[in-house]
């Protein structure tokens, strides 16, 4: 049952959503790939729109993407 | 460790002596493990190397799919990353069944208004909380609106919520996917704008 305060939560996440969005494996195979771009200074979301928009959606892929992007960092 | 390109970490790994590019990959593992994982405590640099021993097998049983297009180290280290995080993730949520997250909810504060309201105001959002819950209710499938509920409003990861429905984070995204389109049609079919939404409850 939705409650008062779920109100805010759901009806954001439903205006962000848009018909063609990629899987967490689709964004997954390409996880590398947009890494290494943001790395090097290019704006990997406008280089990849799908992977970025996956990745502001996902909170599991999105916790891949940041440790990925720290350890690259560091080594 | 010595430098290595694509071609070279492959001919390596392939190779009649993979041991010392499986012992340099290794050590890259642990190392990127350990400042990836940094904010999930103490805890994970214990089991680093654990995961690097996991994420080695999966790798060395993939380097097929590997195309070249990253650096090689980059795409092992997402494997590896991948390992841990998803145990890392199932220990945090070990003991939280999808039963006892649905009725902690419903046992819950229901959420009162804001007592700073007027009548009005209480009146208009009643009435849309009224509206969404209908939407919820006639437009999701059951499973949809577990996943909803779990996933979107409780914050559960996509990956732990999967394994208990018994199937998998792919799949269970594309469900959730296909549950945000069925309800942003309705509410564009019946004229209800999420700004006007936000407006209503405060936060637009």
Redesign the interface.
Known sequence: ???????????????E?R?I?I???EC?ER???F??MELSGVKASAAMPLVGDHLDK???CR??F?????????? | MRERTNEQWLADLRGPNPDEALADLYDQLVRGLRAGLRSYGGGVDANAEDFAQEALIKITGNLGSFRGESRFTTWAQKIAMNVALTELKRRRWRDVSLQDLFARREAGDRGPADTQLTPEQLALQNTVLHELRRMVDEELTDRQREAVVAVLLEGMPISEVARRMGTNQNALYKLLHDARKKLKRRMEAAGLSPQEVLAVFDEG
């Open positions: 049952m939705l409650k008062r305060d779920d109100v805010v939560k759901l009806v954001r996440v439903v205006a959503t018909d969005e899987s967490c494996d997954f996880l590398d790939i890494t290494e996902c909170a599991d916790s891949e940041e440790a990925l992007l720290s350890a690259s960092r560091s080594t």
